[in-house]
């Protein structure tokens, strides 16, 4: 490894930021409407389980979102203005496997309406690393970006909505169904275009366990952790470098809401580039499928 290259390592600060442009303040009243009382009033905690509920629900759930716009879900908690409109609230839709860490406090709390948990019927994969004080924090909760494992998700969404509304079941089964045949669609078409591909990857962070179980992919991560906040050490990037070398892995990837230094000082060393293999955590103006689309460009490319 050359000097400059050292030298660079070095001024790596220890814990990565996030990008600051992707940072906003946690109030998020303007995430909250006025809904039609006739409605039943569903609260999502980050943007795939938003995007899956507004489906699922159509026009006959008041669908909100919890995590404003810009925020990183792993970071935020909920103030006392969220707390309030979550007891408001006829369901709270969330992922589960402890990505929503403020959920036991809201049943501590006496809670009335239903949790949906869209984890349910998912087999987890559980996470090497210790976490904090949450003693339930042991899975790795990245199953939504396993397009398999979301069609599980949105029939969990449609089927606590079918509960509390018998009288519209039919309506969110059908809408369940019709979304689902398209994530089949995505599904066959990630497995047919990367199945004849090498099968190395280097994420950012530890986030596409699942996927790559899915599609018979070995994910390498920069930051070895489900929190995209872990540690980077000299050692750890000397590592990456050599990871890469040892398998010719030319594309480094990085996420929308860190800092790509540290990828592109890998991505320098091994004479290679840096793209985005996006979690989808973050309000993005692209839907579900078409993120996952932009990820199967970039994963084709680095591995095709």
Not at 44 to 60: A, D, M, R, T, Y
Not at 67 to 88: A, N, R, S
Not at 195 to 204: G, H, P, R
Not at 259 to 266: E, F, G, L, R, V
Request: charged share 20%.
């Amino acid at each position: 490894m050359n000097t400059q290259t050292k030298m660079a390592i070095i001024s790596i600060v220890v814990v990565i930021p996030l990008a600051s442009a992707a940072v906003y303040g946690t109030n998020t009243n303007q995430q909250f409407t006025d809904n039609d009382n006739s409605k039943l009033l569903a609260v999502s905690s980050f943007n795939p389980l938003h995007e899956f509920s507004q489906i699922v629900g159509g026009e006959k759930i008041d669908v909100t979102l919890l995590v404003p716009v810009g925020v990183e879900p792993h970071d935020w908690e909920p103030t006392i203005k969220d707390v309030q409109k979550m007891h408001k609230s006829d369901f709270i839709i969330i992922n589960g496997i402890g990505f929503e860490n403020w959920v036991d406090d809201l049943i501590e709390n006496n809670y009335q309406g239903i949790i949906v948990d869209t984890s349910k019927g998912i087999s987890k994969i559980q996470s090497e690393e210790k976490h904090d004080e949450h003693d339930h924090l042991l899975g790795d909760p990245h199953i939504w970006l396993n397009p398999v494992y979301a069609k599980i998700q949105v029939q969990n969404i449609a089927n606590a909505f079918s509960n509390s509304d018998p009288n519209n079941a039919q309506f969110y089964h059908t809408n369940a169904e019709e979304y689902n045949k398209k994530l089949d669609v995505l599904d066959s078409k990630i497995k047919n275009e990367l199945s004849e591909c090498k099968q190395d990857f280097i994420a950012f962070h530890d986030a596409f366990s699942y996927f790559a179980d899915e599609y018979d992919l070995n994910q390498h991560t920069i930051v070895a952790t489900t929190n995209s906040h872990g540690e980077v050490t000299a050692k750890t990037l000397e590592n990456v470098i050599s990871t890469a070398r040892e398998l010719n892995i030319k594309i480094i990837f990085s996420e929308e809401t860190v800092n790509t230094k540290t990828s592109q000082i890998i991505a320098n060393e091994i004479g290679g580039k840096v793209l985005v293999l996006s979690p989808l955590e973050i309000v993005s103006e692209d839907d579900y499928i078409s993120k996952m689309s932009q990820n199967l460009e970039n994963l084709k490319e680095a591995l095709c």
